[in-house]
């Protein structure tokens, strides 16, 4: 019982990102009868996150809440479901009872954080932390700055915290969304979701250009992760953020080869991105590649048993 109190405590208020990441179609959480994303069924179907909990009512399959739904959604048994919440929570914006801010004001936002940041440098907060990951860091990416204080709040706990910031941009180059990876002292910061994206537009084929676009190009989950692989690969790699991002990915123009390097997890979720993604995009007419550490874990664990961390 107290894993199932934890995962639900986790996600309050954040499920229609959660779900949105799972695959659920906008239209089926606008609290309007509809579909069933679940039995399929026509007008039966209402979305309606009593308290934040993700709950629904289907006149033919029942009523439930947010993790039954995401269970449902995607096939996987409550442990896996819940892992995959979990580390959803953690990259999602609660949901509140404010009115909704228009895609302006969410742009606004974007480009005021934005302007307050400034260029990675040697012996920054930024700089430590990514250093301090193993990352040799012989080119800093443009699209990832410093923020010296940014605000963090989630629920009742509120600070103000250095954040490495970057930019997530969609395929025809605009840019959506900003990720924050908040910090102290050159680690992660000591608070419950230390990396975060902002409110922007959808995310739905974007990712964080660390390199400019190259016929052949890779694509990860998290930055750190990208730029490891670009390490070892000597390839550029742009960080998709998810496993989900991964899935939904769309090259911009001039890619002709994209190279999945996928997280190797026990539960096979980062696999199993990787190679729907690469079935899609071969499907598109593009070469395909994907490319898997032989351990559990990441290219950026593989990449920190190779090399000596710096700073």
């Known amino acids: 019982m107290g894993d199932r109190l934890d995962v639900r405590t986790a996600a309050q208020g954040r499920w229609r990102s959660i779900l949105l990441s799972l695959g659920v179609d906008e239209r089926a959480l606008s609290g309007k009868h509809g579909p069933c994303p679940l039995c399929g ?7 309606d996150d009593k308290d934040g ?9 029942g009523a439930g809440d947010g993790v039954r739904l995401a269970m449902g959604i995607t096939g996987l048994s409550f442990k896996d479901a819940a892992r995959e919440i979990e580390r959803l929570a953690g990259v999602v914006q609660p949901v509140t009872g404010k009115p909704d801010r228009t895609d302006d004001d969410k742009l606004a936002a974007l480009r005021r954080v934005w302007s307050e940041s400034r260029p990675i440098q040697r012996g920054d907060e930024a700089y430590a932390y990514l250093a301090g990951r193993g990352l040799r860091l012989y080119d800093l990416p443009e699209a990832v700055r410093l923020h010296p204080g940014l605000r963090y709040q989630d629920g009742e706990h509120q600070g103000v915290y250095p954040a490495m910031l970057a930019t997530v941009t969609a395929p025809d180059g605009r840019a959506v969304s ?13 608070v419950s979701a230390p990396k975060k994206l902002m409110q922007g537009l959808p995310l739905s084929g974007a990712a964080i250009r660390l390199t400019a676009v190259s016929e052949v190009l890779g694509i990860a989950e998290g930055i750190e992760t990208a730029l490891a692989a670009s390490e070892l690969f000597e390839v550029p790699v742009w960080s998709c953020v998810s496993a989900q991002g991964i899935e939904s990915f769309e090259p911009p123009g001039g890619v002709r080869e994209v190279i999945v390097f996928a997280d190797n997890d026990t539960n096979f979720a980062g696999q199993a991105a990787a190679y729907r993604a690469a079935h899609r995009l071969k499907l598109k007419g593009f070469e395909v590649e994907v490319c898997i550490p032989q351990e559990p874990g990441d290219w950026l664990d593989f990449h920190s048993k190779n090399f000596e961390p710096r700073r």
């Open 53 to 61: 909990r993700g709950t629904y009512f289907c006149s033919g399959c």
């Open 178 to 190: 900003l990720h924050r990876t908040y910090l102290q002292d050159g680690r992660k910061a000591p």
């Open 41 to 47: 069924g026509r007008d039966r179907f209402r979305f």
